[in-house]
C-alpha cells in the first residue's frame, strides 16, 4: 500500500435489513466503498468479514449473494457461522479510490445482499456488526482494522407471521352453475420456491365446501398464475381445499398483493355463504428439511 493508503477507510459502510417477522427470512443488505483497493491475487487472496451477526438462526454453511457478487467474493458465496456469528466473503475485487481525473471502470460502492433467518423469539434487535479483513499488496498481506457500520442495529424480531389481506369475488351464486372465484392475499413474510416440491411455499384455502367439482388440478387464470406450479391449484373436493405451490424460481415478496382465480362448479342446492380461510407454509432458500418451513396462521376470506 501506499503512503496515502497505510491505513484503509470506507468513504460508504451501510448495512440494513428488510423483515422483522419473527422466523421469517430477512434480507440483509450490504453496500461498501473503501479509500485504498481490497484485491485478491492467486497466492495472496483477500478477505472480508462480516461479524457481529448475532441472533440469527440460519444454519451455518454457505449463503449465495446477490448483487454486485463477483466483487464481493468471486465464488457468488458468503461463508456463514452461526456459531460466530461472521459471513466471510472470500476474494473480494474492491478497487478503492482512484486518483482525480483518472478513469475507473469499477469504481463506486460495492453493494450486495443476503439472507439470514430471523430468531424465534421477540427481540428489539442487538446485533450490532463490524466489517473486517485483509488485503495483499507488494506481496504481503495486511490486515484491515474493524470498523462497525454507523452503530446500526440489525436482528429485529417483534412480529408473528401473518396474511395480511385475504379477499375473494364470484360471479355466479346459480346452484349448479361455474363459479369463478377470483382470490387476492399478500402477507408480512417471504414466501419462496424450492426445486423440491416439498418445500416449496404452499397456499391453503379452505372451507369452500360442497362444490360439485371432483378433485383435481385445476387451471388458474389470473395476473399472478405464473407464480404457482404448472399454473394450476390442487383442489381437494371431500375437504373443500384449494393449494397452490410456488413455482420453482419464483417467490412473493413481503407486501406484495398475489391475484389468482379459478373456476368450482356450485353445490346443488342453495347454501349458507360458507367461511372460508387463507393461510400458508413460508420456504425460504437455505431451507433443507421441513423444519426449515414457517406456518403462517389463517385470515378469515373476506
Keep these: 500500500l501506499s503512503p496515502s493508503q497505510a491505513s484503509c477507510s470506507y468513504s460508504t459502510l451501510t448495512i440494513r435489513e428488510a423483515n422483522g417477522v419473527l422466523s421469517a427470512n430477512n434480507l440483509i443488505s450490504v453496500s461498501l466503498a473503501s479509500t485504498c483497493p481490497i484485491l485478491s491475487f492467486s497466492s495472496l487472496p483477500a478477505s472480508l468479514t462480516i461479524s457481529g451477526l448475532t441472533g440469527f ?3 451455518s454453511g454457505l449463503l449465495p449473494l446477490s ?68 488485503t495483499s499488496a507488494g506481496g504481503v498481506s495486511k490486515s484491515l482494522q474493524a470498523v462497525d457500520f454507523g ?23 346459480v346452484a349448479s352453475s361455474w363459479n369463478n372465484l377470483s382470490f387476492s392475499f399478500s402477507f408480512n413474510c417471504d414466501l419462496w420456491s424450492s426445486a423440491s416440491p ?24 389470473g ?22 405451490s410456488l413455482a420453482p424460481g419464483s417467490s412473493i415478496l413481503a407486501g406484495q398483493l398475489v391475484r389468482v382465480s379459478f373456476l368450482l362448479k356450485n353445490p346443488s342446492s342453495a347454501q349458507p355463504q360458507p367461511s372460508l380461510a387463507l393461510s400458508a407454509t413460508a420456504n425460504y432458500p437455505w431451507a433443507s428439511s421441513l423444519p426449515g418451513l414457517v406456518q403462517v396462521p389463517s385470515l378469515a376470506v373476506a
Excluded at 442495529?153 to 395480511?164: I, N, Q
Excluded at 416439498?198 to 387464470?221: D, E, H, Q, R
Design 151 to 173: 452503530g446500526t442495529s440489525l436482528g429485529r424480531a417483534t412480529a408473528t407471521a401473518s396474511v395480511t389481506e385475504a379477499r375473494v369475488n364470484q360471479n355466479s351464486t
Design 57 to 59: 438462526s440460519t444454519p
Design 198 to 221: 416439498a418445500l416449496s411455499s404452499k397456499i391453503t384455502i379452505a372451507g369452500l365446501s360442497n362444490s360439485l367439482t371432483p378433485s383435481a388440478s385445476l387451471p388458474l387464470s
Design 67 to 134: 448483487g454486485n457478487v463477483q466483487q464481493a467474493s468471486c465464488t457468488g458465496y458468503g461463508n456463514w457461522s452461526r456459531e460466530q456469528a461472521t459471513l466471510v466473503l472470500t476474494s473480494p475485487w474492491v478497487p478503492g479510490s482512484c486518483p482525480a481525473g483518472v478513469a475507473c471502470p469499477f469504481a463506486g460502492a460495492v453493494s450486495f445482499s443476503f439472507f439470514l433467518r430471523n430468531r424465534d423469539s421477540i427481540a428489539a434487535g442487538q446485533s450490532f456488526p463490524q466489517l473486517s479483513g485483509s
Design 223 to 244: 395476473r399472478d398464475r405464473s407464480l404457482f406450479a404448472g399454473e394450476v391449484v390442487a383442489w381437494q373436493q371431500s375437504q373443500g381445499l384449494a393449494v397452490l
